[in-house]
């Protein structure tokens, strides 16, 4: 079968990519061969989305697990952790739960696709990260960025562990699953959400418990 043009411009982007580097390859070669072995895959897949015709509608696939430290975490197209990180302000409220709002809300992009984890039991401390989770979602509204809530118990499950896991167990599927690993359980709960976001937008490989719970997130959501 002839190479087509599309076909050939992918090749030349990898070999030109690849031919910049060489000419510092002696005293550098790991750091070269890094950047070959990392950059020759993305084009790869970049080549296979476009010859089955998918559009890349959004830059980055974002997960946020709302409390007094906010998990934020921020996934490329390609599954690529660009950014992973908790987000808390200090002070009394209502002007703590207002800054830290802004603040999450202020790192999302308006080409972004988030996924938002729902909220959970209905104490106290539930009220309280109940009005952020609500402050940060009328928030993306208000600017127009499109969300998807995904409970708890569905995070869980698309991590490979049970419904009803505790935060170890999801820890070590994640960990399994991703390679991921993090401090911070809501910085791990976040990664899962970003993951969710990712797979809602893009051709993902999943297993049939993901597609599951993908299935049932998009259908509560029409």
């Known amino acids: ?38 950059v020759k895959p993305i084009i790869s897949e970049m080549y296979e989305l476009y010859k089955r015709g998918v559009v890349m509608q959004f830059e980055r696939f974002v997960g946020i697990d709302p ?11 390609f599954g690529e952790v660009i950014e992973a990180k908790e987000i808390e302000k200090e002070g009394d409220d209502p002007a703590r739960m207002s800054e830290l709002i802004q603040a999450v809300v202020d790192s999302v992009h308006d080409t972004d696709f988030v996924a938002i984890e729902g909220f959970g039991y209905a104490s106290q401390r539930g009220f309280l990260l109940g009005g952020i989770g609500w402050g ?25 562990a049970k419904g009803n896991a505790n935060k170890e167990k999801v820890v070590l599927e994640v960990y399994k699953r991703w390679g991921f690993e993090s401090d911070s359980n809501n910085v791990i709960d976040a990664f899962v959400l970003a993951q969710i976001a990712r797979a809602a937008k893009t051709e993902t490989k999943l297993i049939q418990a993901q597609r599951e719970v993908l299935n049932k997130i998009l259908k509560e959501r029409e």
Do not use: C, H, Q, W
């Not at 409390?67 to 197209?77: D, I, N, Q, W």
């Not at 940060?136 to 490979?160: C, H, N, Q, T, W």
């Open 136 to 160: 940060m979602r009328i928030e993306l509204y208000r600017r127009g960025i499109p969300y998807i809530d995904v409970a708890p118990s569905l995070l869980k499950k698309f991590a490979g």
């Open 67 to 77: 409390s007094l430290r906010t998990g934020f975490v921020v996934l490329s197209p």
């Open 1 to 38: 079968m002839a190479t087509t043009e599309r076909e050939r411009d992918f090749s030349e982007i990898a070999n030109e990519i690849i031919e910049r580097f060489r000419p510092i390859s002696m005293g550098f070669s790991e750091i070269v061969n890094k950047i070959i072995k990392d």
